[in-house]
């Protein structure tokens, strides 16, 4: 037996994101870091992304 979902989750879903839509896209954003990370990213990506962090945490710290 397949698990469906109902017709009114799949509408609230939608008005959801309809109503979230800068939340969404962090959200969406941050899962294909994550992923990027966890399954593609090799040693010279993962050096430039570290300074990346640490340049973005300095700018935060100044806010």
Known sequence: MKNKTS???LAA??????K???RKQY???????RSFI???AVGTDL???????QERRQ???QK
């Open 20 to 22: 979230n839509k800068a």
């Open 7 to 9: 017709e009114a989750k």
């Open 27 to 33: 959200i969406n954003r941050r899962s294909i870091a």
């Open 59 to 61: 700018t935060l710290a």
């Open 47 to 53: 050096d430039e992304l570290e300074a990346l962090i």
């Open 13 to 18: 879903n939608k008005r959801w994101a309809e």
């Open 38 to 40: 966890r399954d593609d």
